[in-house]
Nanobody, 124 residues
Framework: QVQLTESGGGLVQAGGSLTLSCAAS????????MGWFRQAPGKERGLVAT????????YYADSVKGRFTISRDNAKNTVYLQMNSLNPEDTAVYYCAATRSLTLVIDDRAYDTWGQGTQVTVSS
């Protein structure tokens, strides 16, 4: 059974940091590019960051560039999202997702496996 399990969400003050983790099981992790998406109340889900199979290439949404870092450990079947300088606009449910695409993919329709999401709330 293919499964992605996010952890690390929570409540943090503005300016603080959190690290999200997403553990994968039931798939050959190194064969998948991974993405982090988020959805705030009343808004559409959007890409936060994505990383290719080897971890050598990444892409970030403009809104998080310079503050968030995506990384992966293929030996641990885990992808991470380090979030610094958080602000209330970062409040959302964060999802990790997997795609077999060979290139970095922004469109969420290309991702075929999703986690259940983890809530991140940033207080002002």
């Amino acid at each position: 059974q293919v499964q992605l399990t996010e952890s690390g969400g929570g409540l943090v003050q503005a300016g603080g940091s959190l690290t999200l983790s997403c553990a994968a099981s039931g798939l050959t992790f190194s064969s998948y590019a991974m993405g982090w998406f988020r959805q705030a109340p009343g808004k559409e889900r959007g890409l936060v960051a994505t990383i290719n199979r080897t971890g050598r290439r990444t892409y970030y949404a403009d809104s998080v560039k310079g503050r968030f870092t995506i990384s992966r450990d293929n030996a641990k079947n885990t992808v991470y999202l380090q979030m610094n300088s958080l602000n209330p606009e970062d409040t959302a449910v964060y999802y990790c997702a997997a795609t077999r695409s060979l290139t970095l993919v922004i469109d969420d329709r290309a991702y075929d496996t999703w986690g259940q999401g983890t809530q991140v709330t940033v207080s002002s």
